[in-house]
């Protein structure tokens, strides 16, 4: 394996300027890494390595002529493949949308290719972002490069395993009710969800529009910091999306709200409890005061998440009807075309999903399932708001156990306990991170989660100091 590519953007750079090495060459060590990892990883469904290399080539044009570089130039990475790319396929890992080329940018795009960073390709995840391991995936078959017998995670599990295998310095994923911080978690790398709103939405493929962020899989936490401060901000194409006002880090030791309800006996692994007992201990050490809290229960956020996400989908997804873009299935009348249409290309957990949604909307049904669900939320969000009034982050497992076997026939509900950990920070829109500590006895990856008051990335960003996460801990 080629040294370079486990370094930071920042000793990229500094290599870069120093005439150590180029764009063009950084670029095709991951292109060779990329070849030798996936086989036994296949985190990508589309390499791009003509596109990445002109990229390249212009970044390493810029800095001979002198041009003003922008905070990424000449930095690989990858996207999930929600996110649209001008003339480059986007699936969201979907039969309906195979052959989709998009004539467009989304937004976090833009920006990236305006701060001069180099697209190696699109990454693999759960069909239209629905699950939690990419097995989901109609398109591929992406695994955990710590062990090829286990997920990567989901469903940004493409964009987890690429960065935790030295195929891109970063990558962009999207997070509904998890969707980062769990893959994160079970490859070793860094997750952030951001704030809801703090990135563009415009572009990226939706699965719960009320809930979807996009976020950043990185190596280390000052990786995550550049990216970030590259894609936040208003966006007028993306109503939700809002101005990005960072707040400060304070000044005082830090208050850490440790989440009790997951230290009850069964309710996570038993190894994930011990590693959250030892980091509320590493933030004692460092000065922290450390309390305990406790969630309005994370079964009922997770039941809400369900039927919210269900019921947001299925409106979402009625736009891929054969006829404007898409799958086209045949049909003698327009009912046929819709029913052969997304009959035939959408997979079993998107019907699945379809359906839910379908049925908590209708009727009475709204009022006794969806609404109810509604003001779950708005109980999960009243208490995550107070317990930031007194707390500054709050500390939980970023999952109930590490990667599982792939292939393990789980039921529905089984795979929708992964989410267990991550729910509450979505439906209260607050920012989370999900931070590598380290592999249990398997060697396989463990992690928690810090979530934190809107806008307090930094402070997420900072307090992995405090447990001592060293770069060297991401990837392999
Ligand atoms: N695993 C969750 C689900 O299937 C998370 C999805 C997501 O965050 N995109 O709904």
Known sequence: MHAWINRSIKEHQAAFAAGEYTS????????????????????????????????????????RLGVPLGPLDGIPYALKDTFCTVGLRTTCASRMLEHYVPPYDAEAVSRLRRAGAVLLGKLNLDEFAMGSSTEHSALGNTRNPYNSDCVAGGSSGGSAAAVAAGECVFS??????????????????????????????????ALASSLDCVGILSRCAEDGEIVLSVLAGKDEKDATSRAYLPSSIPSRPLRVALVADF??????????????????????????????????????????????????????????????????????????????????SFGREVKRRILFGTYVMTGSRREEIYNQA?????????????????????LAPATP????????????????CSDLCTVCGSLAGLPSLSVPMGKNMEGLPMAVQLTAAPFSESLLYHATALLEVSHESSGI
Not at 319 to 328: L, P
Not at 401 to 416: D, I, K, L, N
């Open 374 to 394: 509604r003001r779950v939320r708005g109980d999960v969000k009243a208490s995550m708001e107070k317990i930031l009034t007194e707390y500054d982050l709050i």
């Open 401 to 416: 156990t590490v990667a599982f076997a792939a292939g393990a026939q789980r039921s529905p509900a089984e795979m929708y």
């Open 24 to 63: 063009r060459e950084l670029t095709s060590a991951f292109l060779k890494r990329i070849e030798e990892k996936e086989p036994s990883v296949g985190a990508y469904l589309t390499v791009d390595a003509e596109g990445a290399l002109r990229e390249a080539d212009a970044s390493d044009a810029r800095r």
């Open 172 to 205: 962009l994923g999207t997070d509904t009710g998890g969707s980062i911080r769990q893959p994160a978690a079970f490859c070793g790398v860094m997750g952030l969800k951001p704030t809801y709103g703090a990135i563009s939405r415009y572009g990226v493929i």
């Open 263 to 344: 230290l009850r006996d069964g309710m996570i692994a038993e190894e994930i409890r011990a590693l959250l007992l030892e980091s509320a201990e590493r933030f004692r050490k460092k000065g922290a005061q450390v309390g305990e809290i406790s969630l309005p229960s994370p079964m009922r956020a997770l039941a809400a998440y369900s039927v919210l996400t269900a019921a947001e989908a299925a409106s979402e997804l009625g736009r891929y009807d054969g006829i404007r873009y898409g799958f086209a299935g045949a049909g003698e009348d327009l009912e046929n075309r819709y029913v052969s249409s997304r009959g035939e």
